[in-house]
């Protein structure tokens, strides 16, 4: 027995626009494409306005259960299902609404094809533009799907919800983990932006040397691909952990030698000081970065894994200290500048061992997600192409073909 297939759009119904501008005193709740956790494919949050505050964009009506597909950059899959505290308000004109016609698909089997790497995969095969790459709602709804009779859908969606569950349970412990080192640095030092345990001050320029970065000539084939790590903010601002040991681009001797680059050592403390200020890492390798940084190497009184925390927790503070039209940027001078709490060295190196640990524990945790989203994105891929059914699907053989000649009556009618 196969399968039908057939575009998304043509199982679900049609969805309508609201101006809440027409209302101007009345409050609605407005769901943006930031508002989407990608991670755990939910609505994390929203906004609830006045009808007079209300954006060009904030458009669509959603119900419960419609499927929210972000059109702007398809395959970071920003994608959510509408919960029952939601139904009737408003959605960003940015997303595609699917809203499932519940009589050939139901919601949840038509979400899970939306997470799916096919699907994913279809959508950004058609994005256009450069600068705001995207599609259209007629993009998202002419991708094909699969289309088992309802009754097999449900069993699909029994089986994923399963799988999804233990995925919801990693991102939450994930969660979590990313709170105890804030946790950890205020119950040993108190808050690292009043010092209330009185712990005595030093500039950063009195017990660190500040080394900025520097970029040999790109032009230069030589001075590249090398076995020098090199560090950009990018490197930062898709790392996973707080220590950094690969880089995206390296260098050579020559290419460190043109540009008067200097070598950190093992543990520099690498801070960005531009696009963006504030991402900060531990080097577990010498490196060189480029010129948006300030790294930081401890000289006296102070432990590499203390100066990385007290910075990871004053990312607002090192932001507010950026100068410039163009783009804000902190200097060199400024970074010296700056005071920080000291505690004695014997409780830093406490602190350090602490870290140490939760950031094996971190490690582990990733393993972990990585094998659950593995595991995940395979039993997608059996849903989706009848293997994962294929035993119930022979046990109900005669209900599934009568269900299928009524699913083609329906699709007919629709």
Same mark, same amino acid.
């Given at each position: 027995?196969?399968?039908?297939?057939?575009?998304?759009?043509?199982?679900?119904?049609?969805?309508?626009?609201?101006?809440?501008?027409?209302?101007?005193?009345?409050?609605?709740?407005?769901?943006?494409?930031?508002?989407?956790?990608?991670?755990?494919?939910?609505?994390?949050?929203?906004?609830?306005?006045?009808?007079?505050?209300?954006?060009?964009?904030?458009?669509?009506?959603?119900?419960?259960?419609?499927?929210?597909?972000?059109?702007?950059?398809?395959?970071?899959?920003?994608?959510?299902?509408?919960?029952?505290?939601?139904?009737?308000?408003?959605?960003?004109?940015?997303?595609?609404?699917?809203?499932?016609?519940?009589?050939?698909?139901?919601?949840?089997?038509?979400?899970?094809?939306?997470?799916?790497?096919?699907?994913?995969?279809?959508?950004?095969?058609?994005?256009?533009?450069?600068?705001?790459?995207?599609?259209?709602?007629?993009?998202?709804?002419?991708?094909?799907?699969?289309?088992?009779?309802?009754?097999?859908?449900?069993?699909?969606?029994?089986?994923?919800?399963?799988?999804?569950?233990?995925?919801?349970?990693?991102?939450?412990?994930?969660?979590? @983990?990313?709170?105890? $080192?804030?946790?950890? +640095?205020?119950?040993?030092? %108190?808050?690292? &932006? #009043?010092?209330?345990?009185?712990?005595?001050?030093?500039?950063?320029?009195?017990?660190?040397?500040?080394?900025?970065?520097?970029?040999?000539?790109?032009?230069?084939?030589?001075?590249?691909?090398?076995?020098?790590?090199?560090?950009?903010?990018?490197?930062?601002?898709?790392?996973?952990?707080?220590?950094?040991?690969?880089?995206?681009?390296?260098?050579?001797?020559?290419?460190?030698?043109?540009?008067?680059?200097?070598?950190?050592?093992?543990?520099?403390?690498?801070?960005?000081?531009?696009?963006?200020?504030?991402?900060?890492?531990?080097?577990?390798?010498?490196?060189?970065?480029?010129?948006?940084?300030?790294?930081?190497?401890?000289?006296?009184?102070?432990?590499?894994?203390?100066?990385? @925390?007290?910075?990871? $927790?004053?990312?607002? +503070?090192?932001?507010?200290? %950026?100068?410039? &039209? #163009?783009?804000?940027?902190?200097?060199?001078?400024?970074?010296?500048?700056?005071?920080?709490?000291?505690?004695?060295?014997?409780?830093?190196?406490?602190?350090?061992?602490?870290?140490?640990?939760?950031?094996?524990?971190?490690?582990?945790?990733?393993?972990?997600?990585?094998?659950?989203?593995?595991?995940?994105?395979?039993?997608?891929?059996?849903?989706?192409?009848?293997?994962?059914?294929?035993?119930?699907?022979?046990?109900?053989?005669?209900?599934?073909?009568?269900?299928?000649?009524?699913?083609?009556?329906?699709?007919?009618?629709?």
């Amino acid at each position: 027995m196969e399968w039908r297939v057939t575009p998304i759009g043509a199982v679900c119904k049609p969805t309508e626009l609201r101006d809440p501008r027409n209302r101007p005193d009345a409050e609605f709740q407005y769901v943006d494409i930031s508002g989407v956790d990608r991670v755990q494919k939910r609505i994390a949050s929203y906004e609830t306005l006045r009808g007079a505050e209300a954006p060009s964009r904030a458009r669509k009506v959603v119900h419960e259960d419609d499927i929210l597909v972000a059109t702007v950059r398809p395959n970071l899959n920003a994608v959510a299902m509408v919960p029952h505290d939601l139904h009737g308000e408003i959605a960003s004109t940015g997303f595609c609404i699917l809203r499932a016609n519940r009589v050939v698909a139901d919601p949840r089997y038509l979400f899970y094809q939306t997470v799916s790497t096919a699907f994913v995969a279809t959508l950004t095969s058609k994005v256009r533009g450069a600068n705001y790459p995207a599609v259209s709602d007629g993009d998202v709804k002419a991708v094909e799907i699969p289309l088992p009779p309802l009754s097999e859908q449900h069993r699909i969606v029994e089986i994923l919800d399963q799988a999804d569950c233990l995925r919801r349970l990693r991102a939450e412990a994930d969660a979590k @983990a990313g709170r105890i $080192l804030p946790a950890l +640095f205020i119950k040993m030092f %108190g808050d690292p &932006a #009043t010092n209330p345990m009185g712990w005595p001050e030093r500039k950063i320029g009195h017990v660190c040397q500040v080394i900025s970065g520097a970029t040999p000539k790109t032009n230069r084939p030589e001075f590249w691909g090398g076995g020098i790590p090199w560090a950009t903010p990018k490197d930062l601002s898709s790392l996973h952990d707080w220590v950094i040991t690969t880089t995206e681009r390296t260098i050579t001797k020559e290419g460190l030698a043109s540009c008067s680059a200097t070598m950190m050592p093992k543990e520099a403390v690498l801070l960005s000081s531009r696009a963006p200020i504030g991402l900060v890492a531990l080097a577990s390798v010498p490196m060189c970065t480029n010129q948006g940084f300030k790294s930081l190497v401890c000289l006296r009184n102070v432990d590499p894994w203390y100066l990385f @925390a007290w910075c990871k $927790l004053r990312v607002a +503070f090192l932001q507010s200290l %950026g100068r410039g &039209a #163009t783009f804000k940027e902190v200097s060199k001078g400024i970074v010296e500048e700056i005071r920080i709490p000291l505690p004695a060295v014997p409780e830093q190196q406490a602190f350090r061992r602490r870290l140490e640990q939760i950031r094996l524990t971190r490690r582990n945790g990733r393993r972990t997600r990585c094998k659950v989203t593995r595991l995940f994105d395979h039993l997608l891929a059996l849903a989706f192409s009848g293997v994962l059914t294929a035993a119930w699907r022979e046990a109900h053989m005669k209900e599934l073909l009568q269900e299928m000649e009524q699913q083609a009556k329906a699709l007919a009618e629709v």
